[in-house]
């Protein structure tokens, strides 16, 4: 399925990759594209950085959508009731959302919500927001404001435990003893179990001695609270593992000719397919494309002394020359590393069909201009529509 087609039919869009590749810039201009072809869009980031905000022309993202006005768009280019938000992941939001949203009663949101331990838990969770992430992205989904959603993951390592957060999150719920032991439903199915040789009345007397008495208390009572929504968070999960491998949703791995960040988009390509989630496509972003004939310039692949035109020239012009042919020299080099990289790829098994090539832009996409223009040579190199 080529970018067109999966713009136009996907719910969930997910582009993953390394640091530094250009995962940012490539999920807005799907979401432009998205909006584009007449579908409600939103762009979300888990990257707390600025640069989504900057590439779109927003003052800032924060955990409410924002619209992204037409005329940054150009209204033109937007067909029927396209539109595009963008918004950025708050994990801690979203982790008071869930409570707020799913506690049985204000009585029991409040004790969750005022306990030591999930204060504590909740930083936790903050630091590694995958499952936080899933969370909010279900939320998203369920509600139905949005045709396509195009989500900018963190990178590599943080986009696979993207992925596996659903599955990890409810073998936890159902295999921990410790939760099983703070919660009265817990401990009914645990009566008459030995665990580490000891009963279950003296492990949590013996708990008590080691962590201290308030501590162990906080956390009775954190978990009898939390019992009710265990339950949820289980069925979520499972919907989320689901849904990212169905056939609504779709993953693109957007990398550089870079020799480290290939063996990240290699990994995450082996792993998509070993784990059954759907890969779409691979953009290679920043390729040197050497579109100037060989023979056209052959004359400059000697050395500088053997180049008729310099013997004639000033100083500071034959320097000045010389510098462009060595940045010639240089980017030819480039030209040849990226021909092989990319080569490489397809003996992986990368299907030459879903490679996607963005050559190298002659300055940072930092604004809405250098995003269109992002665009624009993702639209002439076949991925997209014109």
Not at 20 to 38: D, E, N, Q
Not at 114 to 126: C, E, H, V
Not at 169 to 182: D, P, S, T
Request: glycine letters at 8%; one cysteine or more.
């Amino acid at each position: 399925m080529n970018l067109e087609r999966l713009l136009a039919n996907k719910r969930i869009v997910i582009c993953c990759g390394s640091g530094g590749v250009g995962k940012t810039t490539t999920s807005a201009a799907l979401a432009m594209h998205g909006a584009a072809l007449g579908r409600k869009t939103l762009v979300l980031t888990i990257d707390p950085a600025r640069r989504l905000a900057d590439a779109l022309g927003l003052s800032s993202l924060d955990h409410r959508p924002r619209r992204v006005s037409d005329s940054a768009l150009g209204k033109k280019r937007v067909r029927g009731t396209g539109s595009l938000d963008a918004m950025m992941l708050d994990a801690k939001a979203t982790l008071d959302e869930l409570v707020h949203r799913h506690a049985a009663t204000p009585k029991v949101r409040e004790a969750i919500l005022d306990n030591p331990i999930y204060r504590f838990g909740s930083r936790a969770l903050i630091e590694s927001p995958e499952y936080l992430a899933l969370e909010k992205l279900n939320a998203l989904e369920s509600e139905g404001s949005w045709d396509l959603i195009v989500v900018d993951t963190p990178p590599t390592r943080h986009a696979l435990d993207f992925f596996s957060a659903s599955r990890r999150m409810v073998e936890f719920l159902e295999r921990n003893r410790f939760l099983a032991m703070m919660t009265p439903g817990g401990r009914r199915k645990l009566v008459g179990e030995k665990i580490l040789g000891l009963g279950l009345d003296t492990l949590l007397r013996l708990l008590g001695r080691v962590t201290g008495s308030e501590l162990l208390q906080a956390a009775r009572a954190f978990f009898t609270a939390f019992e009710g929504m265990f339950e949820g968070f289980k069925e979520r999960a499972t919907r989320m593992e689901g849904l990212l491998r169905s056939d609504v949703s779709a993953s693109v791995i957007v990398t550089t000719p870079e020799p480290h960040a290939l063996v990240e988009a290699r990994l995450l390509y082996a792993t998509f397919i070993a784990e059954r989630i759907p890969f779409s496509a691979m953009i290679v972003n920043r390729v040197a494309i050497d579109t100037v004939p060989a023979q056209a310039l052959s004359h400059l692949t000697g050395e500088r002394g053997s180049v008729p035109f310099l013997s004639g020239m000033e100083e500071a012009d034959r320097t000045r020359a010389a510098a462009l042919i060595d940045n010639y020299l240089l980017f030819q080099a480039l030209a040849e590393r990226d021909r092989t990289a990319l080569a490489g790829l397809a003996k992986v098994g990368i299907d030459p069909a879903r490679l996607q090539i963005v050559p190298m832009l002659d300055e940072e996409v930092v604004r809405l201009e250098g995003l269109q223009k992002f665009l624009r040579c993702l639209k002439r190199k076949g991925g997209l529509s014109a």
